[in-house]
């Protein structure tokens, strides 16, 4: 079966940095985009930033765009999460999700069809 398995998460200082892994099994990993979403206590899942299949196109959300970079290597079967500049905004369970539209990163988390779940990152001020 499809996992994906997250890693990295934990208590970071406002300012500091933190790469975030996610593993993958039991699908064609090039043949998926992938994205990291997080959410936050009380609030709604949000959309951190995506990778399509190879590589070569990268789309983020408007809270971490310049401060947050996704990669992925096929060869591995992982996608990366780096965090810069972190914020205390930025506390939530981030989650991995892998997508069957590979070709242009997606940023809506129904176009995800597994997930995983999830790694929590802390923040403080």
């Known amino acids: 079966q499809v996992q994906l398995v997250e890693s990295g998460g934990g208590l970071v200082q406002a300012g500091g940095s933190r790469r975030l892994s996610c593993a993958a099994s039991?699908?064609?990993?090039?043949?998926?985009?992938m994205g990291w979403f997080r959410q936050a206590p009380g609030k709604e899942r949000e959309f951190v930033a995506a990778?399509?299949?190879?590589?070569?196109?990268?789309y983020y959300g408007d809270s971490v765009k310049g401060r947050f970079s996704i990669s992925r290597d096929n060869a591995k079967n992982t996608v990366w999460l780096q965090m810069n500049k972190l914020k205390p905004e930025d506390t939530a369970v981030y989650s991995c999700?892998?997508?069957?539209?590979?070709?242009?990163?997606?940023?809506?988390?129904?176009?995800?069809?597994?997930w995983g779940q999830g790694t929590q990152v802390t923040v403080s001020s």
């Open positions: 990778i399509n299949w190879n590589g070569d196109e990268t």
């Open positions: 039991g699908l064609t990993f090039s043949n998926y985009g």
């Open positions: 999700a892998a997508t069957s539209s590979p070709y242009r990163p997606q940023a809506t988390s129904r176009a995800y069809t597994y």
